[in-house]
């Protein structure tokens, strides 16, 4: 069965469903302007799964103004806030009961093991809407004290519309870390998905009808950066820009939110080092490591994909990592239960993973493992061989750029000092680890290290209730947390003078 705007499509683990293809603009799908279609294709196999409509500027105009609309609408801006976090609640169990459908199509779009999906990604879209659905009535002002003449107070106000513009590596929780905080402060939202995964954020986009939200509360596009993102980050009727993805469009998404002094958060790359000292608990690091490359086939901002080890026990933990990358990589089929490894997302990136293991060869690292494409049974699908380098100098390719594959270099350290300046030779500042069994060398490394997020003895552990974010040119602002409540309202000074004449 097939509709102008909903597609009955079956996955490749046997799922039917049916799919929204339009543009989800005050609580309906229409379709795009211009007809315009993005084709998503399945990185697995490389065939064509749906197209949907893509937006371009004119598109992005009607969802501004639907957002605006519904912001000045007594429906949102009066509702109260305990009812605002009752519909955030109500969408997360939503959430729950399509877990299966949402996960299937992110695997399909994606490529992520549908495991990882369902239980991780998923589950934390829900958590995050629940957690801020708690904030939505705890956004408070302050009574500041001036003295007797003065009462002086400030209200905690929603920006207004704001444009969120999302990466394609965890599509449905890069949206609910947008839209949790923003909608908690009673924000209304235009968010744009990447166009190289645009079908789970549209099957979500009817869990928000479904739970209650006025119409022009959350607006869902799809469209290529460009056209629709840079439509979205110059428009004059929005707020703020919120922006997940790389460094270089960041800095452009800066540029154009600059004509109206738009409110920015960027979360950009990493290069995120990873040091493991002598005394560690070896066998945990080179797990915890391994994990925090290899992860979503090293598709993560904050992918620890620099790891320096002290000199003495480097032979040992190259020799302990290449052999956790055989006992747990298992590349393939997303959908098997025992993959650990899916495709990269895009043919795009996959050429781009390749690009960096030629120039890793060519600049002279030693290849550990990997280093080539990973072709499943038939040929197809952008598989890329877990690999490891090492014998890599500081000033390498491969050592400095942000790769966004399941490739890491492995380097050595003689001191902690020059751990913690190899660590921060870098542009970037996102995640960061340390492995140790000394608690005051943790603390101690952990604060000097220049990044936003230090895990001690882990590795890629985020947590929805704990701040995240980058320094340097990894990024502004910081999402998650209480912390990810700043970037949604403004503080409104009230005076209210008690008696002081003139
Ligand atoms: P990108 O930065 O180009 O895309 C991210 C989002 O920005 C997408 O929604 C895209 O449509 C939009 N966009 C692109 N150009 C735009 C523009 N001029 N104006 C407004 N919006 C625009 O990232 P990519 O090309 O998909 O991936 C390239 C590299 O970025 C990756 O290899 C990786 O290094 C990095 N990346 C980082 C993250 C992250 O989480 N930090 C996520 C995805 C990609």
């Not at 280093?371 to 499943?376: L, N, S, Y």
């Amino acid at each position: 069965m097939t509709s102008d705007l909903f597609i009955v499509l079956k996955a490749p683990n046997g799922k039917e469903y049916k799919q929204p293809i339009g543009l989800f603009i005050n609580n309906e799908f229409v379709k795009s302007r211009s007809g315009e279609k993005i084709a998503s294709i399945n990185p697995t196999d490389e065939t064509e799964i749906a197209s949907v409509y893509a937006a371009s500027a004119d598109d992005v105009d009607l969802a501004v103004s639907a957002a605006r609309k519904a912001f000045k609408d007594s429906s949102w801006r009066d509702l109260p806030p305990t009812d605002r976090g009752g519909l955030m609640f109500k969408l997360a169990s939503l959430i729950e009961e399509h877990a299966e459908t949402l996960a299937t199509i992110e695997t399909w779009d994606n490529g992520k093991p549908y495991s990882v999906a369902l239980n991780e990604d998923v589950g934390e879209v829900a958590n995050t809407f629940r957690y801020y659905g708690g904030y939505a009535d705890k956004v408070h002002g302050q009574v500041i004290n001036t003295g007797p003449d003065k009462f002086a107070y400030t209200l905690r106000e929603p920006l207004g519309v704001c444009g969120q513009i999302i990466p394609w590596n965890y599509p449905l929780a890069m949206a609910a870390w947008k839209l949790g905080p923003a909608l908690a402060c009673g924000n209304t939202v235009v968010i744009k998905a990447a166009e190289q995964t645009p079908l789970s954020i549209l099957y979500f986009a009817q869990l928000i009808k479904e739970a209650g939200f006025p119409p022009g509360v959350v607006n869902i596009l799809n469209g290529h950066g460009k056209e629709a993102g840079a439509a979205i980050a110059s428009h004059l009727d929005i707020d703020k820009i919120a922006f997940t993805g790389s460094t270089a469009t960041g800095r452009q998404i800066m540029k154009m939110a600059s004509i109206n002094l738009k409110n920015i958060t960027l979360e950009t790359g990493g290069k995120s080092p990873l040091i493991v000292f002598a005394d560690a608990d070896l066998d945990q690091a080179v797990k915890w490591s391994h994990a925090g490359i290899m992860s979503n086939m090293g598709q993560i901002c904050t992918a620890t994909s620099r790891v320096l080890v002290e000199e003495s026990i480097y032979d040992e933990f190259v020799k302990l990592f290449k052999e956790q990358v055989k006992e747990v990589s298992k590349v393939g089929d997303p959908f098997s239960d025992d993959t650990f490894q899916g495709p990269q997302v895009t043919k795009a990136q996959f050429e781009k993973v390749l690009g960096y293991i030629e120039s890793g060869k060519s600049e002279g690292a030693t290849l550990v493992t990997g280093g080539e494409a990973h072709k499943d049974a038939n040929g197809k699908g952008f598989f890329i061989a877990p690999t490891v380098f090492t014998h890599v100098t500081d000033n390498m390719k491969i050592y400095r750029e942000e790769i966004f594959g399941p490739f890491v270099v492995i380097s050595s350290f003689k001191t902690e000092e020059e751990a913690i300046n190899r660590a921060n030779d870098t542009t970037y500042g996102l995640g960061s680890a340390v492995f140790t069994e000394n608690l005051t060398k943790a603390h101690r490394v952990a604060r000097r290290i220049e990044a936003g997020m230090v895990w001690v003895n882990s590795s890629n552990d985020s947590d929805f209730r704990i701040p995240f974010g980058g320094v340097k040119q990894s990024g502004i602002g910081r999402e998650l947390g209480e912390e990810g409540l700043r970037a949604y309202t403004n503080a409104k000074a009230v005076h209210v003078n008690m008696g002081s004449r003139l």
